[in-house]
């Protein structure tokens, strides 16, 4: 289903690359992030042109909940103490910035979008402490957070933090106003990147530079990317008929519930899992648990996104590294891309520039932290291990008559691994389940039904087309 944003908003159509181009920056991908980066490019007068594979905020960007603001869930603590208090200021006063400029930009292009100042909440309904200490870590960087024990929700709570002075819009508006202002090319799908060409369907584009904006990169060399982060999932249904509240909820505890509220409809957000291992009730979990906290409770409509998780919890934003000094990227927003896209926007347009910026080194694509990192490095390998290794439980081909309507299963086939999905009437949608990307093996999604990539996260429809990179081929029907 689609979101409230992409049912409002009628977004401007861009044409399609049809000759080959000279300019002085690409950037891949037209998200919030692609867009904030071509925006602060072309501000400083660079000469910069965007492409996007489908259409812009098409990706993961169309089904955020849009949350404005540097109360990235627990993280400020954890900052101190795995890197140190400059990290954690740095972190706290770029994201900051962050809204500020967002805000800029509305007012100076003068974007209809209901950017609106508002406070966003943590809480917990299980515990004080964990809140309590985010408190200190954030009373220690100077920011006036406020701790509460009962806030406005529907459901008592033990412990919350405010911040103030934070935001919401509704992000295909903002994009679509700020997209106006350079070139962008829509249905332009790059497939490959060479020294200074990038390689489009049919034609190229020479430049100085190019910025990767595709969510997560789509090229395993620039970066290695895929050994530091994988994807996550998370749900989110819309509740008709709800009071207007101005601030915006986020739990902390296990089974959390994010309320965001637009236009008398609440976004009530949760159930989130590492892509490719949903057990097909997700939406349905997070429909009881509303019913079971809000009045009058009517779902309208439901949809899920992803977004890539970095393995120690801060974005990589910048140059990627010596070998590519032309190349820049910007991915791993742990879902808190509206600020961290703003943060890219000013270190890429800096770094492009030629301008010391003194929040780059927080963002580093280079930066090593194995204190932060180890677990999370563990755990990524051991799924990667997983998804590449042959599964012992082999269906043969005979098992196939057992299948029911909306059921899939794999089988093997002349020593290659088949998905079948058999659709509500009876049709059979045989894929190979071989990610194209590095070559895991796919899970059914029953959620979306989908195959889904639990290495980093690629997804395609059953019928084998591409959804979500960083594999950017579609798989075999
Ligand atoms: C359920 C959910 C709720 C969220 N809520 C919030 C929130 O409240 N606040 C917040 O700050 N963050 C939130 N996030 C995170 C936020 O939505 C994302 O971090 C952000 O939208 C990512 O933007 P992006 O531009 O990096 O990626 P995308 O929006 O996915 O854009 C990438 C674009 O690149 C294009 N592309 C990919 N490959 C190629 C290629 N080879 N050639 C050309 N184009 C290509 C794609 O088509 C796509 O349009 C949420 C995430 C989830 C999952
Ligand atoms: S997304 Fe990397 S192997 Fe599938």
């Known amino acids: 289903m689609e979101s409230i944003w992409r049912k409002t908003t009628q977004l401007d159509g861009f044409e399609k690359l049809d000759k080959n181009i000279k300019c002085n920056t690409v950037v891949i991908g037209g998200g919030i992030a692609g867009i904030l980066i071509a925006y602060k490019l072309k501000k400083a007068n660079i000469d910069v042109v965007l492409v996007e594979a489908k ?27 795995k890197f140190d208090f ?84 509704n992000p295909l508006n903002f994009i679509k106003g700020v997209a106006r202002e350079f070139k962008v090319y829509e ?63 986020l739990g902390i505890d296990e089974d959390y519930l994010s309320f965001r509220y637009v236009a008398n409809q609440l976004l009530l957000g949760g159930s989130k899992h590492r892509c490719g291992e949903n ?66 926007g000013m270190i890429i347009s800096d770094q492009i520039l030629g301008i010391a910026n003194d929040y780059a080194c927080v963002f580093s694509c280079n930066r090593i932290n194995l204190s932060a990192s180890l677990s999370n490095i563990i755990d990524d390998t051991m799924h990667s ?16 008559s ?13 020593f290659n691994k088949y998905g079948v999905y058999q659709d509500s009437d009876g049709k059979r949608h045989f894929v190979s389940v071989r990610c194209p990307h590095l070559g895991c093996e796919l899970k059914f999604n029953y959620d979306d039904l989908t195959w889904d990539c639990p290495c ?8 084998g087309n591409l959804l979500d990179n960083p594999s950017i081929t579609n798989i075999k029907k």
């Open 55 to 81: 259409s812009i905020g098409s990706g993961q960007t169309e089904n955020t909940s849009a949350k404005i603001t540097s109360q990235h869930n627990l993280i400020y603590d954890y900052l101190i103490n």
């Open 86 to 169: 400059s990290t954690a200021k740095k972190y706290l006063d770029v994201n900051e910035k962050a809204i500020d400029e967002i805000e800029s930009i509305v007012s100076e292009l003068k974007i209809d979008c209901d950017f609106k100042r508002c406070s966003s909440y943590l809480y917990s309904t299980m515990d004080v402490q964990r809140l309590k200490k985010e408190y200190i870590a954030l009373q220690n960087l100077g920011f006036d957070a406020v701790f509460h024990n009962d806030i406005d929700l529907p459901f008592e709570v033990k412990s919350a933090l405010e911040f103030k002075n934070q935001a919401s819009f």
């Open 456 to 463: 980093h996260g690629s997804r395609f429809d059953f019928h």
């Open 187 to 249: 249905n332009t799908l790059v497939t490959d990147v060479v020294a200074n060409k990038v390689i489009c369907d049919n034609y190229e584009i020479e430049c100085d530079n190019v910025v990767f904006a595709t969510h997560f990169p789509f090229i395993n060399k620039v970066g290695h990317f895929f050994m530091k982060m994988h994807q996550e999932r998370s749900y989110i249904i819309q509740v008709a008929n709800q009071k207007n509240k101005n601030d915006m909820y």
């Open 385 to 400: 291990i997983k998804g590449i290794a042959i599964d012992n439980l082999i269906i043969p081909n005979d098992k196939l």
């Open 279 to 344: 057990n097909g009730d997700s939406y349905e979990k997070l429909i009881k648990k509303g019913e079971g906290v809000i009045d009058n409770f009517s779902c309208v409509a439901k949809y899920s996104a992803q977004d890539c998780m970095t393995i120690d919890k801060i974005p990589y934003i910048g140059r990627v590294n010596d070998k590519y000094p032309n190349y820049y990227v910007a991915t791993g927003f742990n879902k808190w891309g509206m600020t961290s896209a703003m943060v890219a």
């Open 402 to 414: 057992s299948l029911k309507n909306n059921e899939s299963m794999i089988i093997l086939y002349e």
